[in-house]
């Protein structure tokens, strides 16, 4: 329980108070949120009652890498680089960057290391909600990155402004559309979504993807003409076929997609870290200096796997994760030590990417238990949003894992403060 100390490193190894009531959070969320609907079973490891505690110079950091990440992806080099291997629906530009990125980092003694870049990241206002629920034990001056109604304003406002780019208008009704969509884990975060959305003015539902039909009056449900979609689902170049309809209102220009096929293609395939953490190609292609030195320092080694290099890459596979290039959600995801010989002959049927392993940091909490931690920076082209951690056991991150789940990141207090 030892929290006197200033350090973050210490802070993590030895300060075990729980910052966050997990059960008079749930009670307030009900209270101010009556659509809000956890499961107990299925939620009971949403939140973590346990805070991250990062310096500040890091998260500032992982702020200039969301900024760089969004400035290389509009550079023309970049770009006819990465959709060389994205489906066909990539080359279509809505004319907007693609709303919200969330930026997964581990935090290593040598700095914070980008694992990983998400389109359509889950978690923001659940994460929101969690800000103003800290009540902290530990030293005052560690504190949140902003509070759950700036860090709520600034999200609606990036997806709204990446609709108006793409339609010349501020959205008037918006679909929250997912396969299924009150099955999902992440449903609640839905319905805080749609309130969000209203409280600014926007008519919002939410769908699955078969109450959609495109026809001569453009994309509509049950109810109405729908002029914006804020797409979860993970059919990210919406291939199957009870997807057509959006496909079609898409291309069309009929609707604002956010975020859309392209976004997913420039940011969010992982064969994309080889091209942004090397320095030569982004040199070659135009970007600045610093963007290319900073991107090359944070992003571990990667490379796709290939026939060509299996072997070599199979004698050296405990120090690489590996991971499918489309995936998400850490699905198909391996680390190399963890790898059987069956395991890896699947994975010749699909395309991977090899990324040098970047173990995450460590969080010892209560009873010295000993949990992994990752930090999501979630950013617009605004700036940085919000940031979250996510504390868990086992090979990736889930939200089975007592203690764990989303958790909130403390930060020290900036200098002129």
């Known amino acids: 329980m030892d929290c006197a100390t200033l350090e973050s490193a210490p802070l993590n ?8 009531d997990i059960l008079r959070l749930h009670e307030s969320i009900r209270g101010a949120f009556p659509e809000f609907t956890t499961d107990p079973a299925v939620h009971a490891h949403l939140f973590s009652p346990y805070a991250l505690f990062v310096d500040r110079p890091a998260l500032e950091a992982m702020g200039r ?105 501020t959205p008037s009704r918006l679909a929250i559309v997912d396969s299924t969509p009150r099955a999902q884990f992440l449903y609640p975060e839905f319905e805080l979504y749609a309130n969000a959305f209203r409280d600014h003015g926007v008519d919002c539902v939410i769908s699955a993807p078969e109450d959609l039909s495109f026809g001569s009056d453009g994309l509509e449900d049950a109810h109405g003409r729908i002029d914006t979609v804020y797409n979860r689902l993970t059919d990210f170049a919406l ?77 050296v596979r405990n120090g690489y994760f590996f991971k499918p290039a489309a995936g998400f959600g850490s699905r198909g995801s391996y680390r190399g030590d963890k790898l059987t010989r069956r395991t890896w002959a699947s994975m010749a049927s699909a395309t991977y990417i090899a990324q040098a392993f970047a173990p995450p940091s460590m969080r010892i909490v209560h009873g010295g238990q000993s949990l992994k931690a990752d930090v999501r920076c979630f950013a617009s082209e605004a700036g940085v949003l919000l940031f979250a951690a996510r504390l868990y056991q086992g090979q990736t991150t889930n939200m089975r894992t007592p203690g764990g789940g989303f958790a909130a990141v403390l930060t020290s207090s900036r200098i002129e403060e």
């Not at 953490?277 to 290939?306: H, K, N, R, W, Y």
Request: charged share 15%; aromatic share 6%; net charge negative.
């Open 13 to 20: 190894q030895r300060c075990a108070c729980e910052v966050v």
């Open 65 to 169: 890498v969301a900024a760089a990440v969004f400035d290389v992806a509009g550079n023309p080099g970049y770009s006819q680089r990465v959709l060389q291997w994205a489906p066909d629906i990539a080359t279509h530009d809505p004319g907007s960057a693609g709303g919200v990125l969330g930026l997964d980092f581990h935090l290593t003694v040598d700095g914070p290391r980008l694992i990983e870049v998400n389109t359509n990241p889950g978690g923001l206002l659940l994460n929101a909600l969690l800000l103003d629920a800290v009540r902290s034990c530990a030293p005052p001056a560690w504190a949140t990155w902003t509070n759950a109604a700036q860090a709520r304003d600034a999200a609606v406002t990036a997806w709204m402004e990446d609709a108006r780019q793409q339609s010349g208008r």
């Open 239 to 315: 291939e199957d076929a009870s997807h057509a309809d959006i496909r079609e209102a898409y291309l069309a220009g009929d609707v604002a997609l956010m975020p859309h096929p392209r976004a997913h293609a420039l940011f969010a395939d992982k064969r994309n870290l080889a091209v942004l953490g090397d320095p030569a190609l982004l040199g070659g292609f135009g970007v600045d200096a610093g963007s290319t030195a900073l991107l090359g320092q944070v992003i571990p080694p990667t490379v796709e796997l290939v026939p060509a290099n299996r072997d070599a890459l199979w004698a």
